[in-house]
C-alpha cells in the first residue's frame, strides 16, 4: 500500500526566516512526486513534479527535491503570502490517480 | 480558459437525499477524476475516468456513481446521500492518463445532515 507522511503537521515562520518541509513515502515504482499548494476553500494548485532521484526544480522561492525515500520543499526567505498548506503526492505506473498526504499548514508571520 | 468548475459549491443534503455534482473542463483533458478531502485526511480518490464511455473506481467508490458521456464533462451522483458523505469534493482533470500533472477545481463543500 502506497503510503506518503508530511511533516511537520504545522509550522509557523517569520517573513524572511527560510525553512523545509518534508514528503516521506513508500511506494513501489514511483513514477513521479508532485507538490501542490492549497489555499483555504481552494482546490490544490499545481506546484512541482518530480520523476526521479537527484532531481531538483525551483520556482520563484520554492525548490523542490527527491531522493528515494523522500522530497523536501525549501522555502527561502518566505514572504506572507507563502501562507497555505503544502501537500505532497505520489503516483506509481499502473496506479488509478495520487496518493496524498495529509499536508503542512504553512504560516509566514509579517 | 476556464479550467476545471464545479457546481455548486455549497450544498446540503438531509440523509437519504440524492444529488449530482457537476464537474466539467475545457482543455480536452482526457483523464478526470473525483477526490473527497476530510479534515486530519489527505484527499482521496473516489472514481476516475481515462476517456469518454470509460470510468473506474478509486479507493472510496462506494455511495457514488460516476459517468463519463463527453470529454468536457464529468459528474458525479450520490443516490443515497448519509451523513459519512459529507466533505469537501475536488475534480481533477489531465491531459492523459500518463500526464500525472492534475488540475483542480474550486470544490464543492457538501454537508449531510
Known amino acids: 500500500e502506497d503510503q506518503v507522511t508530511q511533516s511537520p503537521e504545522a509550522l509557523r515562520l517569520q517573513e524572511g526566516e527560510s525553512s523545509s518541509l518534508n514528503c516521506s513515502y513508500t511506494?513501489?515504482?514511483?513514477?513521479?512526486l508532485f507538490w501542490y499548494r492549497q489555499d483555504p476553500g481552494k482546490g490544490p494548485e499545481f506546484l512541482f513534479t518530480?520523476?526521479?532521484a537527484g532531481e531538483e526544480k525551483e520556482k520563484e522561492r520554492l525548490k523542490a527535491t527527491l531522493t528515494k525515500k523522500e522530497s523536501f520543499l525549501h522555502i527561502t526567505a518566505p514572504k506572507p503570502e507563502d501562507s497555505a498548506t503544502y501537500l505532497c503526492a505520489v503516483i506509481r505506473g499502473g496506479a488509478d490517480g495520487l496518493t496524498f498526504g495529509k499536508g503542512t499548514h504553512l504560516i509566514i508571520q509579517p | 480558459n476556464a479550467g476545471v468548475t464545479q457546481t455548486p459549491k455549497f450544498q446540503v443534503l438531509k440523509t437519504g437525499q440524492s444529488m449530482t455534482l457537476q464537474c466539467a473542463q475545457d482543455m480536452n483533458h482526457e483523464y478526470m477524476s473525483w477526490y473527497r478531502q476530510d479534515p486530519g485526511m489527505g484527499l482521496r480518490l473516489i472514481h476516475y475516468?481515462?476517456?469518454?464511455?470509460?470510468?473506474d473506481q478509486g479507493e472510496v467508490p462506494n455511495g457514488y456513481n460516476v459517468s463519463r458521456s463527453t470529454t468536457e464533462d464529468f459528474p458525479l451522483r450520490l443516490l443515497s446521500a448519509a451523513p459519512s458523505q459529507t466533505s469537501v469534493y475536488f475534480c481533477?482533470?489531465?491531459?492523459?492518463?500518463?500526464?500525472?500533472?492534475?488540475?483542480f477545481g474550486p470544490g464543492t463543500r457538501l454537508t449531510v445532515t
Open positions: 511506494v513501489s515504482g514511483l513514477r513521479g
Open positions: 518530480l520523476y526521479s
Open positions: 481533477a482533470s489531465s491531459y492523459s492518463p500518463t500526464s500525472y500533472e492534475q488540475y
Open positions: 475516468s481515462v476517456g469518454a464511455g470509460i470510468t
